[in-house]
């Protein structure tokens, strides 16, 4: 099975994939396009050969077949792998888990545009003047601070519903966006948002980016150059 990928340093959707299957150990081949959106070029290529979305993250069986978009690659992975624990166990935690990551999937548009991921820098100063102009991002992480804070009390954590979880994954970006930009949380949602910084699936990833060193002009609002 081979997983489709972005660059690691801004790949968010990308990451919540990678983080998944590396965190229950699921052996899977990362296949790295590095966002070049120009026409001709190998993410060109390649891309629209394996998804109609013209996106990743993308799954490519051996078979040829093709899963695209996070949450049924989630689903996906979850269907084949009966063995983890993938979603929680129990119910209703399985369901508020799923409420969460649709929510994730669908929501949170101003953290997602104003605080775009790159793991490489730290952006004190824009997230101190943001977390100050900006209500829209201060409303998003507020409510992502309740729904981490709410989860966080019914399990006991670290993680969401305890152990490492789907959903957990699909906070990991937003954990580094946190992290990156300064952003100010409750005690409860900054122990869960270094537990996910530290979890070995997330460093890693962390790890392949720094040593990425690109520059996608694109996913750079905030800096002219590397
Ligand atoms: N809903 C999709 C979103 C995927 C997505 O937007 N991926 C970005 C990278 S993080 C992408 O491929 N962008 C390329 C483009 O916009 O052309 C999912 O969950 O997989």
New binding site residues.
Partial sequence: MKLYI?NKN?????M??GVLLAAFGIPVDEVKLR?D?SEGSEWSRV?SGITP?????VIVEDDGFTV????A?TEYIADRHPEHAIWPRDVKARARARSLCAEM?AGFMRLRTVCPMNIEVFFPDVGARLWAEDEALRADVARLDAAWSDALAGSGGPFLFGAFSAADAYFAPVAVRLSRFGLPVSEAAAAYRDALLAHPAVEDWVADALREQDFIVEDEPYRKSR
């Fill in positions: 972005g801004y790949s968010s959707w990308s919540r994939s966002f959106f891309i979305t013209k996106r990743v993250p695209w978009d996070t949450l690659i999937h």
